[in-house]
């Protein structure tokens, strides 16, 4: 959609003022209760123009990451329902003007929760899948909150950190690959590293 890359765009420009790592922290903040697009482009542009801050922005990111899950999460815990069962007119906003939230969707993520707990957040926080959704569903299902903010921390670190290390050892040329196979190679890890602990707890 058009609107979608004008969007990105706009994020983009901001890795050109002196504001960069302030339009970084509201980004990821934004982006992990509301915001379509994440933060990952502007990182990758911000550590490009300045690698001995590579990891001082990837914490950054990070952090306002997080913090943005627990507004989700407040979202969801708070003010989505308007009475058992029963939508609010901000949970029936987001499904209407939010990119990624769906009613069947939502209903879906209920299940993955009870079945996988700390590993759907996870994944949720290292893959593409939108993060938004899981956290904001956190809330409304009232997951343990605790788990909830620790899944939150290494996943959404894990991938921010990879993305600086990646551009600071590698720098320019890295970026193209990034931008074509990342979300393919986070996916690939996670479903690894899930199986991993799947086949662990199946042999003992």
Not at 20 to 49: H, N, Q, R, W
Request: with cysteine; charged share 10%; proline share 6%.
């Amino acid at each position: 959609m058009k609107w979608i890359r004008r969007l990105y765009d706009w994020v983009l420009h901001w890795a050109e003022t002196p504001y960069g790592a302030a339009a970084l922290f509201v980004l990821a903040f934004a982006e992990s209760s509301f915001f379509p697009v994440p933060p990952d482009a502007l990182l990758i542009a911000l550590v490009l123009g300045a690698p001995s801050k590579a990891f001082r922005l990837a914490l950054t990111c990070t952090a306002a990451s997080v913090l943005g899950a627990c507004l989700g999460y407040a979202i969801g815990y708070f003010v989505w329902w308007s009475a058992p069962g029963t939508f609010s007119p901000v949970a029936l906003f987001f499904f209407s003007h939010i990119p990624g939230f769906s009613v069947d969707l939502f209903h879906q993520i209920q299940g993955l929760f009870e079945q996988w707990n700390f590993w759907i957040i996870f994944t949720a926080g290292f893959t593409p899948i939108p993060y938004k959704v899981f956290t904001v569903s956190g809330g409304a299902f009232d997951v343990n909150l605790p788990m909830f903010l620790i899944a939150s921390l290494v996943s959404r670190g894990a991938r921010f950190f990879l993305v600086a290390l990646l551009i600071w050892k590698f720098g320019g040329p890295i970026r193209d690959f990034i931008d074509r196979y990342f979300n393919w190679l986070a996916i690939l890890f996670t479903v690894l590293l899930i199986g991993g602990f799947a086949v662990i707890k199946y042999v003992l």
